[in-house]
């Protein structure tokens, strides 16, 4: 299976900010990567494929970037609603495989 | 409006079976691939299984191959997962998702215990 992971596993950080969310694949998988945000108690939703596709009505704060097993979102000018609980995941190859997450906070 | 409204959950025993629907709406389901996925209490994400358009192909985790079966059911516009001789480890809330290069939308999700 196709190990997919997130670093940091954890990050603060404050209203205004831009931050960046890294995602490693153990082997590569072209641009086959989705980008998922899931706030507390809610269903996630996807937010970037193909790496670096925004998903219809998401706005342009967020980008991806990357190819083959090294990928990155960014995220521009945090407001209160983008802390949440971010995943990565591969569907190159079955099984598709999640990374462990990134859980951003507010400083 | 699309729409993914997931039933079907509940308490079981271990070794007992559920079946999960996953009824859509909004769109035309069946132009789409379709997945489960689920999530463990405190947990991350974990991919479980899809089904193509015509529902020809499946595909499965390792973890639920066997005992988990995708279906779908284009003229009522719903996709299942029948889920037998559960473990205490399928506890999870399991969300459908439409697949067009990632999974979006997803339903709430319905909630598997297994427990004794």
């Known amino acids: 299976d196709i190990q997919m992971t997130q670093s940091p596993s954890s990050l603060s950080a404050s209203v205004g900010d831009t931050v960046t969310i890294s995602c490693r694949a153990s082997?590569?998988?072209?641009?086959?990567l989705a980008w998922i945000q899931q706030k507390p108690g809610k269903a996630p939703k996807s937010l970037i494929y193909l790496a670096s596709k925004l998903q219809s009505g998401v706005p342009s704060k967020f980008s991806g970037s990357g190819s083959g097993t090294d990928f990155t979102l960014t995220i521009s000018s945090l407001q209160p609603e983008d802390f949440a609980t971010y995943y990565c995941?591969?569907?190159?190859?079955?099984?598709?495989?999640f990374g462990q997450g990134t859980k951003l906070e507010i400083k | 409006e699309v729409q993914l409204v997931e039933s079907g959950g509940g308490l079981v025993q271990p070794g007992e079976s559920l079946r999960l629907s996953c009824e859509v709406s909004g769109f035309t389901f069946n132009k789409y691939w379709m997945t489960w996925v689920r999530q463990a209490p405190g947990k991350g994400l974990e991919w479980v299984a899809n089904i193509k358009q015509d529902g020809s192909e499946t595909n499965y985790v390792d973890s639920v191959k066997g005992r988990f079966t995708i279906s779908r059911d284009n003229t009522k516009n719903s996709l299942y997962l029948q889920m037998n001789s559960l473990r205490v480890e399928d506890t999870a809330i399991y969300y459908c998702?439409?697949?067009?290069?990632?999974?979006?939308?997803w339903g709430q999700g319905t909630q598997v215990s297994v427990s004794s």
């Open positions: 082997q590569g998988i072209s641009n086959s």
């Open positions: 998702a439409r697949y067009a290069g990632a999974p979006e939308p």
């Open positions: 995941q591969q569907y190159s190859r079955y099984p598709y495989t």
